[in-house]
């Protein structure tokens, strides 16, 4: 089994900051590209950032110079830095991993963590 267990969110006013980890554990070889989703109140879940293994980053155009994705392969751990936060970025934020387990063979699997809260204020 594997699992991601994300820490951090919390209440925030505009403009301020917070961070968030995702740390990974269990059964498994290595970590391909993980990411960082956000759902808000009454909508879809879409991307926020995500990071290869190699370190190459991208972020969905409305958190871009605000958020910086980063992740340590050593810690199994990915972390979302958000700076300069506004009210739409509200919402559950989740990570997603591409994981190679070894629980019953060898195999790739999606994993997704429990989610968030990050909550913005006016």
């Known amino acids: 089994q594997v699992q991601l267990v994300e820490s951090g969110g919390g209440l925030v006013q505009a403009g301020g900051s917070l961070s968030l980890s995702c740390a990974a554990s269990g059964s498994f070889l290595t970590i391909a590209t993980m990411g960082w989703y956000r759902q808000a109140p009454g909508k879809q879940r879409q991307l926020v950032a995500n990071?290869?293994?190699?370190?190459?980053?991208n972020y969905e155009d409305s958190v871009k110079g605000r958020f910086t994705v980063s992740r340590d392969n050593a810690k199994n751990t990915m972390y979302l830095q958000m700076n300069s936060l506004k009210p739409e970025d509200t919402g559950v934020y989740s990570c997603?991993?591409?994981?190679?387990?070894?629980?019953?063979?060898?195999?790739?699997?999606?994993?997704w963590g429990q989610g968030t809260l990050v909550t913005v204020s006016s």
């Open positions: 997603n991993a591409r994981v190679l387990s070894t629980l019953r063979g060898i195999r790739w699997l999606e994993v």
């Open positions: 990071i290869t293994s190699s370190g190459s980053t």
